[in-house]
């Protein structure tokens, strides 16, 4: 069953379209807020390829998504003056495919492959003399008779994105010289993230109006923008002009996101560990079904994030919820309980 869209969700939604989201995005690596290490390195590799006259080396991004992957690649190539061909690793289905794209690039260009870790393997094997080579082989056949035809190609940077890196297998892994792994953001990144992104879409935005909507967007710069999005929305029907912080506090409370970015769907996972099972183990199937959600939307939607933040566990004998989940919901804690008994 497809999870169904969701305004925290991390990936684009089905009206978020890829134009939208350039016009969000910093135009050079000075207006990059936040991956301090990322940039500072990226910079280097960048200055130095373009001293010598050479394209930059094959760059690896992974993270989870949302975390401004397409941007860093974008910007690989503005800051080479380059050209960016643009696809993923889904759309690639046949190595004549992915051929195409490597003959229609220039010199230095930057070829992105997002998604990359689902590519199929058969595409993957055309990739490895291309990039270590610039070259690949055609396989030529008349009849019983084979013959390969070797095509160069222009020197060019594959910059590949993964939200699972675990997923990658080792001979393409090995061929990047560059890998940089994406972190989330803290709320004073992404409230600057933010007042820039207003700024671009002719908000009034103030700082504290700001800082209510980073502390709720789960450390993503996309869900940040798409709740000031909403936000506005409210603003503009209640007759604001201004976002202050008491009008994003209330119209994010009346989205139902709560102060820990967490949405309805949520808390009810936390409450039904906390309250319906008493912070006992629980598997899969039985807190999806005590939730009415499907088991695979949300081992795959919702856990990633209450389980990177620390809401939850897994053990052998299933997920269960943390001090932090009770702390959070307010919920006494079992062994609390039976230490006041």
């Known amino acids: 069953m497809p999870a169904p869209q969701r305004i925290l969700s991390p990936r684009r939604t089905e009206r978020e379209t890829e134009d939208f989201d350039r016009s969000l995005r910093p135009r050079s690596l000075d207006e990059y807020v936040g991956q301090k290490e990322v940039i500072k390195n990226l910079r280097v590799y960048l200055q130095a390829a373009r001293s010598r006259g050479e394209a930059v080396d094959h760059v690896l991004l992974s993270g989870p998504p949302g975390l401004g992957k397409t941007t860093l690649a974008n910007l690989v190539a503005k800051e080479m003056g380059t050209e960016l061909v643009a696809t993923s690793g889904p759309a690639i289905e046949r190595p004549i495919d992915l051929l195409v794209l490597l003959r229609s690039l220039g010199p230095r260009d930057v070829l992105f492959i997002d998604e990359i870790h689902r590519m199929s393997r058969t595409v993957e094997e055309i990739l ?60 004073e990144e992404l409230a600057q993230i933010i007042q820039g992104s207003a700024k671009r879409l002719k908000i009034e935005l103030n700082l504290e109006g700001a800082q209510e909507i980073a502390g709720r967007c789960r450390g993503t710069p996309r869900i940040a923008n798409r709740l000031l999005r909403r936000v506005r929305d409210f603003a503009q029907v209640q007759g604001h002009k201004v976002i202050c912080h008491d009008l994003a506090r209330d119209s994010l409370d009346q989205m139902g996101i709560d102060r820990g970015g967490l949405d309805r769907l949520d808390q009810r996972i936390l409450r039904s560990l906390t309250e319906s099972f008493a912070g006992k183990a629980v598997g899969l199937n039985t807190l999806a079904a005590a939730v009415g959600e499907d088991p695979f939307n949300l081992e795959e939607q919702y856990e990633p994030f209450l389980l990177n933040n ?31 008994s």
């Open 310 to 340: 620390g809401f939850i566990q897994k053990t052998p004998r299933g997920r269960m919820a943390t001090q932090r989940a009770f702390r959070h919901l307010g919920v006494p804690h079992p062994s609390l309980q039976e230490d006041a």
């Open 128 to 187: 490895y003399p291309a990039m270590e080579d610039l070259a690949f082989d055609r396989i030529i056949s008349k009849g019983v008779r084979k013959r390969a035809v070797r095509h160069k190609i222009e020197p060019f940077t594959l910059v590949g994105a993964t939200t699972r890196s675990g997923s990658l297998s080792a001979p393409l892994r090995s061929r990047f010289g560059i890998l940089f792994h994406l972190e989330f953001y803290p709320p």
